[in-house]
């Protein structure tokens, strides 16, 4: 089998600049989306440095080893320099990024997810959508703590904060996430600016209604701008195929991507 992948970033309805940003390594079955913080535009320093450290990190290392400790690795690669900078830097002090990042393993037919903070993986197959991360945030840390507290005991929680990033600390404590994959499945990789905006059931309806990738990118930024587009928005889109079939074969359905990609 063999993922194929497509992404869009949209500067959403708010803000002036995008920090967001995204790539695509299909020749390393790689994917990530980050979503830079911090004044000045230091957070889009800090989301394209992720991405960039991230592509550097596959395009130079072996191609050889567990993809998931490489994944991991990459990540926490991208957090050392990351730091670095800000650290080095007046102007970018204080910048970091969520990240989420899917490698697929054809050799284990395994796609392993590697995240921090508030970017999120989800996967859906057939009837099945299921959110494959859990948000590192000031809300989601309450709840794994104390599952018990009410809606009302969460109003009081600021629903924006971060508890976990790229380039807050010298390190950072990643989420590895792993799961086997089956032809026609699919996994969307996604900023606050969408899961935020969109629910899940809506979500749901557009991967399901629309079976070109970049379609489907494209009706979930329609959707998140439609409900205000306070954030950036960004997706990404990864589908599992079979090997033996030619692109020409499924071209009604899907477009292929470039050798990379990213924006933001």
């Known amino acids: 089998m063999r993922a ?90 204080g910048m970091g990024t969520t990240v989420v990042a899917a490698a697929y393993s054809p050799d284990t037919n395994k796609m392993h997810v590697v995240h921090a903070g508030d970017s999120r ?39 924006n904060v971060i508890t976990r990033a790229l380039g807050i600390a010298p390190t950072v404590d990643v989420d590895v996430t792993s799961c086997e994959v089956e032809p026609g499945d699919l996994f969307l990789l996604c900023s606050d600016g969408l899961h935020g905006l969109v629910d899940d059931p809506d979500i749901t309806t557009i991967l399901r209604d629309t079976g070109v990738l970049t379609e489907a990118c494209a009706k979930l930024v329609e ?12 997706a990404v889109l990864v589908r599992i195929e079979e090997d033996d079939e030619p692109w020409s074969a499924r071209s009604p359905r899907i477009s292929k991507p470039p050798p990379s990609n990213g924006a933001g």
Request: hydrophobic share 40%; aromatic share 6%; charged share 30%.
């Open 4 to 93: 194929i992948a497509a992404g869009l970033t949209d500067i959403g309805r708010e803000r002036t600049h995008n920090e967001d940003r995204f790539i695509l390594l299909p020749e390393f079955n790689v994917f990530v989306v980050a979503d830079g913080m911090g004044g000045h535009q230091s957070g889009e320093v800090a989301s394209r440095m992720a991405a960039s450290t991230i592509a550097g990190f596959f395009r130079g290392g072996p191609r050889n080893g567990d993809v998931s400790d490489k994944l991991k690795s990459a990540v926490v690669d991208a957090n050392a320099k990351i730091f670095a900078r800000a650290d080095d830097s007046r102007a970018h002090r």
């Open 121 to 159: 993986a989800y996967h859906l197959r057939g009837e099945s959508f299921k959110q494959l991360t859990r948000d590192h945030s000031l809300l989601s840390d309450a709840l794994l703590e104390r599952p018990e507290l009410t809606e009302s005991d969460l109003a009081y929680l600021p629903r």
């Open 223 to 234: 959707a998140a701008n439609k409900n205000g587009g306070k954030d950036n928005i960004t």
